[in-house]
């Protein structure tokens, strides 16, 4: 066990000093965010004018929301995990990996967990200058059974998103090319995750068959919690509980996919 944890703990580390090599791209997304956080602010109070609520929320506990996912995309949101996955089979630089005593998903996974560390906290710098011109739209419940459901329900989410990604990263065995698979399930995970609109706003049949798909617990689960969107420890419990079993859905389906698709894999390169 402690042989395992000096292993990957160095790999964080050297994923940390990689990642703060290329700090500078972080910074510049992060701040292009912003552009995106200007959006949902317009957008959103000309959908209040006139209206003290929409779907039971004000117009400060809606910007709170989508302020709060912005932050959790930089944290927890797998960015291009799946095509560094894809590209290290393609080019049979997974070969090596195969002949050591390193567990490939572990090593990805620690690398992803360092470069969310970098890019969360670096999200923190421009939203800490625009904050006086937000702060006075933005509220947070304060009950706290919010933080201790919401951090593991964030941990998850990591684990989900990081999840995905490394599937279709996995393909790379079967097909040549991923972007077509990527690129849809972003299209789904933007609506369905609740990037787009906050999911409770849908009608009630599909808002319901919505917390049954992955998506849902990818950003806006651990967003709704934190925010106030899940209103009682009950419903987040339930949440708790599916999100749980995705999670050992996607490590079983990451299971079959690694080992059958060693199978196929020819050992060139790397």
Known sequence: MRTAFHKYRHVFLVGVQSNL?????????????????????????????GKTDIGGFSLAETL??????????????????DYQVSEEIRNGLINQFLLKPVNYFAYRFTLFVSARTISGLLVLVPLALVMPFLHEYLTLPSDPWRLWMGLPALAMSAVIQFGIAFCFGLLSFWFLEIQSFVILSFAVETVLGGQVFPLDLMPAGLFRLSQFLPYYYQMYFPAAILTGRIATPAEAAVGLGIQACWVVALLGLIHVLWTRGLRRHTAVGG
């Not at 997304?29 to 957008?43: D, K, N």
Request: no cysteine; aromatic share 26%.
């Open 21 to 49: 090599v290329y700090r500078w791209n972080f910074a510049i997304r992060a701040t292009f965010s912003l552009f995106h956080l200007i959006a949902a602010v317009t957008l959103w109070r000309a959908a209040f004018a």
């Open 64 to 81: 709170t929301y989508f302020v709060t996912l912005m932050v959790l995309q930089f944290f927890i949101g797998a960015f291009n995990e």
